[in-house]
């Protein structure tokens, strides 16, 4: 049977100490991130949240901002995070479209000098999706130091 379709909210102004406490657990309980981390610090990065018919947690794409040497230029870093059992096709694809889309209408109030997104596949799922364009939005633009592929968003109107 297939799984009904999660509802993805957008909470990048609305993180209430409970959401950041529900992210930081989501994390830790499915080792998604290193335990060295400050959770809590990195889930005010969240931007959007995914669940599932029950109103769990399912997902999590972050942002933060940073100088890509390679670019040149500032950058949106993406992660975005899915519960082993809710990697359903579309919803990883949803997740980064929908934050693309959110930091290309809030960038040039909030951070004009962002040229656009930027992902590192970790996955190897991921990492099977040869295509140049994909339905992230995100487009291939070579490979990390580490062999990681490496995809970014331009927002439409920036300039370098």
Same mark, same amino acid.
């Given at each position: 049977m297939d799984k009904p379709t999660p #509802? @993805? !909210?957008?909470?990048?102004?609305? *993180?209430?100490?409970?959401? &950041?406490? !529900? @992210?930081?657990?989501?994390? #830790? $309980?499915?080792?998604?991130?290193?335990?060295? *981390?400050? &959770?809590?610090?990195? $889930? *005010?990065? $969240?931007?959007? @949240?995914?669940r599932n018919s029950e109103g769990e947690l399912i997902a999590i794409s972050t942002v933060f901002i940073s100088m890509v040497p390679n670019f040149k230029n500032y950058l949106f870093i993406y992660r975005c995070a899915i519960h082993p059992d809710y990697r359903i096709p579309g919803l990883m694809h949803e997740m980064a479209a929908q934050t693309c889309d959110y930091l290309e209408s809030i960038y040039e109030k909030t951070q004009p000098y962002c040229i656009g997104v930027l992902a590192k596949l970790e996955s190897d799922l991921l990492k099977k999706n040869r295509l140049i364009h994909s339905k992230t939005k995100m487009d291939f633009m070579g490979f990390a130091e580490d062999g990681d592929p490496l995809r970014v968003y331009f927002f439409k109107k920036a300039s370098f």
């Open positions: #509802t @993805i !909210e957008n909470v990048n102004k609305n *993180k209430s100490g409970e959401l &950041l406490r !529900e @992210i930081a657990a989501f994390w #830790t $309980a499915h080792h998604l991130v290193p335990p060295d *981390k400050d &959770l809590l610090e990195r $889930a *005010k990065q $969240a931007v959007y @949240i995914a």
